[in-house]
């Protein structure tokens, strides 16, 4: 017991002794007080057993009759709810394996849509075409590039021999 | 049938008839109810001060009690299991009707001076009328102070004072310290003393 609280009700119920009683009683500030404390205490349960513990149920036996009836209404309805239970937990576990199916598909095609128009938006030039007749110029590339904000497109040519005779400007 | 398995369980100890009511023997559970309706009606009653409220919280405490009796491991006595059941019940429902703000707590004071004098509730000889008023009046008196205090104090002093139960029971029954208990039996004698003195002073 730590508190006085604790120690106070303690004494008042009789649960001291020894030297935790000649402590408490030695600390006491007004013995006399304290017993005609104690004394009211003692007055206030015995008015609460008189006029609390007479409480008597009438009709026990309507009241045990009414309990039996409902505990067999509940355990009837509880098994029937188990039987339904279980089913539900099947159907809800298969709704919930196809919504998932359902929700990772729509992402992923989302996700590898955004995929190539992220890849274009990196760079600002796109390389649309590339072509060499290797018989003409063994070494040559050609290759087309758009620039997508000024809307521009580049022709680059690179290790040509010589100018295909299509290629001449008319 | 019934009276005679209710003859042959008088002997049977409260822990024997829990052990059969684990194997789903409900007469078991009968019995047991019968041996503790009363005391856990009269409980509930002071704590809630309305018949039919006691009823039914002590009815749906013992469904409690049934449906989780076979999670019961008898390392307590089946009676401060079941006083921990009871007090659940009774507090949260409290509990809520304070929240709810639901009228004057105790609207049963009415029904306690109309009740049926053929109730077992009634002495056999009857009080002369001056004296059934003034114990109407103490009645009121206590039930009026009762539900000044907060539900777990309530529940404390009743325990302790009515059921006479060890501070160690009614730590367990409310799942709280002896220290808990022996603190909150301190504030709530003391606020009862200062609301019913001149009540036990002039009896």
């Not at chain 1, 089913?87 to 199916?101: D, E, F, I, K, Q």
């Not at chain 2, 076979?70 to 299991?81: A, E, L």
């Not at chain 2, 009871?86 to 306690?112: C, H, P, Y």
Request: net charge negative; charged share 30%; hydrophobic share 40%.
């Amino acid at each position: 017991m730590k508190t006085f609280e604790e120690k106070w009700t303690a004494w008042l119920d009789d649960q001291l002794s020894g030297k935790e009683l000649a402590e408490f009683e030695a600390s006491l500030p007004d013995k006399a007080a304290a017993e005609a404390e104690k004394r009211d205490a003692q007055k206030l349960g015995a008015l609460l057993k008189e006029e609390l513990g007479a409480q008597v149920m009438s009709n026990e036996e309507f009241f045990s009759h009414q309990l039996r009836e409902r505990i067999g209404r509940e355990t009837a309805s509880q098994d029937r709810y188990g039987e339904r239970s279980t089913w539900w937990t099947v159907r809800r576990l298969a709704w919930s394996g196809a919504a998932s199916l359902a929700v990772f598909v729509i992402c992923a095609v989302f996700v590898l849509r955004d995929k190539n128009p992220g890849e274009q938006s990196q760079y600002l030039t796109q390389i649309l075409n590339a072509r060499v007749d290797p018989a003409i110029s063994p070494n040559a590339t050609i290759s087309m590039f758009e620039t997508k904000e000024d809307k521009v497109t580049v022709l680059w040519v690179e290790g040509l021999q010589s100018l295909p005779a299509d290629y001449a400007a008319k | 049938m019934e009276t005679e398995a209710t003859l042959a369980q008088v002997d049977v100890s409260d822990l024997e008839l829990v052990k059969q009511c684990q194997a789903s023997q409900t007469e078991a559970f009968d019995e047991l109810v019968a041996r503790y309706r009363t005391r856990i009606f009269a409980m509930i009653y002071n704590m809630v001060h309305n018949e039919q409220d006691a009823w039914d919280l002590a009815q749906e405490s013992f469904v409690k009690a049934w449906k989780s009796i076979k999670r019961f491991r008898r390392d307590s006595s089946f009676y401060t299991w079941m006083y921990r059941i009871v007090m659940n019940v009774t507090i949260d429902w409290l509990r809520k009707k304070q929240i709810k703000g639901a009228g004057s707590e105790f609207d049963d004071s009415i029904q306690l001076k109309e009740i049926d004098p053929a109730s077992k509730t009634v002495p056999k000889e009857d009080p002369l009328p001056h004296e059934r008023m003034e114990r109407n009046e103490i009645r009121a008196k206590i039930d009026n102070a009762i539900g000044q205090l907060s539900p777990e104090h309530r529940a404390v002093i009743l325990m302790k004072e009515i059921e006479d139960m060890q501070y160690h029971e009614i730590a367990e029954t409310l799942g709280c310290s002896i220290g808990t208990v022996m603190s909150r039996l301190f504030y709530a004698r003391k606020k009862l003393q200062k609301l019913l003195r001149d009540v036990y002073e002039n009896i």
